[in-house]
């Protein structure tokens, strides 16, 4: 690696690092350490939110995505903004009818203290399996770079990461967002315009990628086998979001910061503008390193990108977009740390204990958080050593993965509105719901090693379409439970 780029990612950390300890003079109480004082301004929760569930997966996954095919990745962000606006007019007045400091507060309110804890405990598993993937997404360009093997590379970002989100709480994790989305994005934007001079000039290479459609963006297939179809994407993409941004804590959790009702709202629609336009300039770098002749068929997806960082852009630049797709991993990963120790600290620990001393939920949240940050990287080994060999992007791996939960998380505030549906309809359509899920992830797995071949046409299934699929099991099932469980009239 050269002196200039090394130095780059080493003014990067030791900014981020500067951020957590500033970070650390306004915190008293867990209110300051979870939720910032509930005083931040709209805009930097809105970059906080997008950076957030961005990760590096965006970074190195999406310029592979468009490298390999075309732009019809566009149809999820899409059904992303859609999910966003509704969640907006939905949920948020909820969020913000009271005192909420996760959520799942409401639930406890509607359904009671176990349900509440229920689907909580449904966020911790997913934000420990979907982020497991993302601190190894992360750790790729970072083993280019030095030349240090993939763990090695996993327990360094780990550990710089938990460094700061513990110092600082979610003051220091949004600031920390904010300056970590423009790096990254200033990085596309550089990579992007020396991509298309290699390809012979920005015309040269949208021409060739026309000629090869790969600047095809919409596709009205009805076949929910298809990955990336424009219902596919408006509905799932929808629900996803729905789901992500409505009901995960960890995108809650910004929302709850700020300042108003309107504010969060105006966080939460801007954040899905931007996430398009940024989903956007990482398919076009994807396409403008294949004109350029620089995404060979034998190299993986998820490495072209940063192979072109380090074969072909200019010292000081590669540094930049390296220091890009760091930030982007760590932004996600210090997020998920404060969001899960939230979780535990307030769901579990002080509802169990009664203990609601501020001063004291603020220490056993920092206490958390190591414990979080030490579980995501021993997480984000296992996912490498499952992920050796296999082809499969690590965006797709991660959303996957969390559309197991999310359509369970989604299905059970949709139940809240049932009258007649109560706690024990809810956590059973859940299991349910899981359980399920779980099944039709692996099923075309199980069906390739002949274990349960008749899975096969499951298997098959698109993963836009998981979530959509999770939200109507878990209503149904909940549903139904309330129908059995009533009397009958004599």
Same mark, same amino acid.
């Given at each position: 690696?050269?002196?200039?780029?090394?130095?780059?990612?080493?003014?990067?950390?030791?900014?981020?690092?500067?951020?957590?300890?500033?970070?650390?003079?306004?915190?008293?109480? /867990?209110?300051?350490?979870?939720?910032?004082?509930?005083?931040?301004?709209?805009?930097?929760?809105?970059?906080?939110?997008?950076?957030?569930?961005?990760?590096?997966?965006?970074?190195?996954?999406?310029?592979?995505?468009?490298?390999?095919?075309?732009?019809?990745?566009?149809?999820?962000?899409? %059904?992303?903004?859609?999910?966003?606006?509704?969640? @907006?007019?939905?949920?948020?007045?909820?969020?913000?009818? %009271?005192?909420?400091?996760?959520?799942?507060?409401?639930?406890?309110?509607?359904?009671?203290?176990?349900?509440?804890?229920?689907?909580?405990?449904?966020?911790?598993?997913?934000?420990?399996?979907?982020?497991?993937?993302?601190?190894?997404?992360?750790?790729?360009?970072?083993?280019?770079?030095?030349?240090?093997?993939?763990?090695?590379?996993?327990?360094?970002?780990?550990?710089?990461?938990?460094?700061?989100?513990?110092?600082?709480?979610? +003051?220091?994790?949004?600031?920390?967002?904010?300056?970590?989305?423009?790096?990254?994005?200033?990085?596309?934007?550089?990579?992007?315009?020396?991509?298309?001079?290699?390809?012979?000039?920005?015309?040269?290479? =949208?021409? @060739?990628?026309?000629?090869?459609? +790969?600047?095809?963006?919409?596709?009205?297939?009805?076949?929910?086998?298809?990955?990336?179809?424009?219902?596919? %994407?408006?509905? %799932?993409?929808?629900?996803?979001?729905?789901?992500?941004?409505?009901?995960?804590?960890?995108?809650?959790?910004?929302?709850?910061?700020?300042?108003?009702?309107?504010? /969060?709202?105006?966080?939460?629609?801007?954040?899905?503008?931007?996430?398009? =336009?940024?989903?956007?300039?990482?398919?076009?770098?994807?396409?403008?390193?294949?004109?350029?002749?620089?995404?060979?068929?034998?190299?993986?997806?998820?490495?072209? #990108?940063?192979?072109?960082?380090?074969?072909?852009?200019?010292?000081?630049?590669?540094? &930049?977009?390296?220091?890009?797709?760091?930030?982007?991993?760590?932004?996600?990963? @210090?997020?998920?740390?404060?969001?899960?120790?939230?979780?535990?600290?307030?769901? #579990?620990?002080?509802?169990?204990?009664?203990?609601?001393?501020?001063?004291?939920?603020?220490?056993?949240?920092?206490?958390?958080?190591?414990?979080?940050?030490?579980?995501?990287? /021993?997480?984000?080994?296992?996912?490498?050593?499952?992920?050796?060999?296999?082809?499969?992007?690590?965006?797709? &791996? @991660?959303?996957?993965?969390?559309?197991?939960?999310?359509?369970?998380?989604?299905?059970?505030?949709?139940?809240?509105?049932?009258?007649?549906?109560?706690?024990?309809?809810?956590?059973?359509?859940?299991?349910?719901?899981?359980?399920?899920?779980?099944?039709?992830?692996?099923? +075309?797995?199980?069906?390739?090693?002949?274990?349960?071949?008749?899975? /096969?046409?499951?298997?098959?299934?698109?993963?836009?379409?998981?979530?959509?699929?999770?939200?109507? &099991?878990?209503?149904?099932?909940?549903?139904?439970?309330?129908?059995?469980?009533?009397?009958?009239?004599?």
């Amino acid at each position: 690696m050269r002196p200039l780029d090394l130095a780059v990612i080493a003014m990067y950390f030791l900014v981020t690092m500067a951020i957590g300890v500033w970070a650390t003079r306004s915190q008293r109480t /867990a209110g300051d350490y979870f939720l910032g004082a509930r005083n931040l301004p709209a805009w930097s929760v809105l970059l906080s939110i997008v950076a957030t569930e961005t990760s590096a997966l965006t970074v190195i996954s999406v310029p592979g995505i468009g490298a390999r095919g075309d732009l019809t990745f566009l149809q999820l962000p899409l %059904g992303y903004f859609v999910g966003r606006v509704v969640v @907006a007019y939905w949920l948020l007045p909820g969020y913000f009818a %009271g005192e909420h400091d996760t959520a799942y507060v409401r639930l406890e309110r509607r359904f009671g203290v176990g349900t509440r804890r229920l689907i909580s405990g449904a966020f911790l598993v997913t934000r420990f399996l979907g982020d497991g993937v993302r601190i190894y997404a992360g750790a790729i360009p970072l083993a280019l770079v030095t030349g240090w093997s993939i763990p090695a590379s996993i327990v360094a970002i780990g550990g710089v990461t938990l460094s700061y989100a513990w110092l600082g709480g979610l +003051k220091a994790v949004v600031w920390a967002d904010v300056m970590q989305l423009v790096i990254y994005v200033a990085g596309g934007i550089a990579a992007l315009a020396i991509a298309w001079e290699m390809a012979g000039g920005v015309s040269a290479a =949208l021409t @060739a990628a026309a000629a090869a459609d +790969k600047l095809r963006v919409f596709d009205f297939d009805l076949n929910v086998t298809s990955t990336y179809t424009f219902f596919g %994407g408006l509905v %799932g993409g929808a629900m996803l979001t729905a789901a992500s941004h409505g009901t995960d804590h960890l995108i809650v959790q910004r929302l709850l910061a700020t300042r108003s009702l309107v504010d /969060a709202r105006r966080a939460l629609i801007g954040s899905g503008v931007v996430v398009v =336009l940024q989903f956007l300039l990482f398919l076009l770098v994807g396409s403008a390193i294949w004109a350029a002749g620089r995404a060979p068929a034998e190299l993986g997806a998820d490495q072209v #990108f940063p192979r072109f960082v380090m074969d072909a852009l200019p010292p000081g630049i590669a540094g &930049l977009v390296i220091a890009g797709i760091l930030a982007a991993a760590m932004s996600t990963i @210090a997020s998920s740390i404060n969001a899960l120790a939230s979780a535990v600290t307030l769901d #579990f620990y002080a509802s169990s204990t009664g203990r609601s001393d501020p001063i004291h939920l603020m220490r056993v949240g920092r206490l958390v958080s190591a414990l979080w940050g030490v579980a995501l990287i /021993a997480g984000a080994l296992g996912f490498y050593w499952y992920a050796t060999g296999n082809d499969t992007p690590v965006v797709v &791996l @991660a959303l996957s993965i969390a559309s197991v939960t999310y359509g369970a998380l989604l299905g059970t505030y949709l139940l809240a509105g049932i009258p007649v549906v109560r706690g024990v309809h809810v956590a059973s359509a859940t299991v349910v719901t899981l359980a399920v899920m779980v099944v039709v992830i692996f099923a +075309k797995r199980l069906a390739d090693a002949e274990v349960a071949p008749f899975l /096969a046409p499951i298997g098959r299934l698109a993963w836009p379409w998981y979530v959509p699929l999770g939200t109507s &099991l878990c209503v149904a099932t909940g549903w139904l439970g309330s129908q059995f469980g009533r009397e009958r009239p004599s």
